[in-house]
């Protein structure tokens, strides 16, 4: 079946323009996850959704990220007024259920450049 | 909260050879799990193998195995039979049961000689 989707996959950005970046979790998977990968860094997370509620948003760095989950299935992660320090791998996972250990995957991520 | 380290920035090995990565953890709570995630270059990130923490047995995948050391807070992962198709970043992972995100360290860069 098909996995988690993420668009576009690569985008620039001049500092101070908003992006908006997508994410296509797994149907009928009821967690998805946002991480933020640095170049030569492992993941760091930002935000979690189950379902459409937003239940931790202790990983976003500051209030100019901003991500929501209207539906329950399609993710997006808005960053505005983006800034060099932003330029990053935003990847997307999602999770049949949230507990347990149930593994996440994860899908190929979005290269946002900000220059 | 917890935190995941690891100390060796890349390995090689020789095909065929066996090499094992290092991972350390800290964690305060009793229940949590332990990953190790594969990312090849320019692929997505996918599971290597898992072990619940309070499971004493070593978990196996296939050529792939973990050392679980929990008294140590040590997890490592041992390749057998290293192919060219494991060159990837690998990264440790921890989850607690009460938490749902994975945290990472900082991943290290395993090459497999020809």
């Known amino acids: 079946g098909a996995g988690v989707s993420q668009s576009p996959r690569y985008k620039v950005a001049k500092r101070g323009q908003d992006v908006a970046l997508r994410c296509d979790p797994i149907?009928?998977?009821?967690?998805l996850f946002w991480y933020q990968q640095a170049l030569g860094q492992g993941p760091e997370f930002l935000t979690y959704?189950?379902?459409?509620?937003?239940?931790?948003k202790s990983g976003l760095p500051s209030d100019r990220f901003f991500a929501e989950r209207p539906e329950g299935s399609v993710s997006t992660l808005k960053i505005q007024r983006t800034q060099q320090e932003d330029s990053a791998v935003y990847l997307c996972?999602?999770?049949?259920?949230?507990?347990?250990?149930?593994?996440?995957?994860f899908g190929p991520g979005t290269r946002l450049t900000v220059t | 909260a917890q935190t995941v380290t690891q100390s060796q920035p890349e390995m090689s090995v020789q095909e065929a050879e066996t090499v094992t990565l290092s991972c350390t953890y800290d964690?305060?709570?009793?229940?949590?799990?332990l990953f190790w995630y594969k990312q090849p270059p320019s692929r997505q990130m996918i599971l290597v193998i898992r072990?619940?923490?309070?499971?004493?047995q070593n978990a196996t995948e296939n050529r792939f195995s973990v050392n679980f050391q929990k008294a140590a807070k040590s997890f490592s992962l041992k390749i057998s039979d290293s192919q060219l198709g494991d060159t990837a970043m690998y990264f440790c992972?921890?989850?607690?049961?009460?938490?749902?995100?994975?945290?990472f360290g900082k991943g290290i860069t395993l090459s497999v000689r020809p």
């Open positions: 996972a999602s999770s049949l259920y949230a507990d347990r250990g149930h593994e996440q995957y």
């Open positions: 149907s009928g998977h009821v967690s």
């Open positions: 959704f189950q379902n459409e509620a937003q239940l931790d």
């Open positions: 964690t305060s709570e009793s229940n949590y799990y």
């Open positions: 072990q619940e923490a309070y499971k004493q």
């Open positions: 992972a921890c989850r607690t049961g009460a938490n749902s995100k994975l945290t």
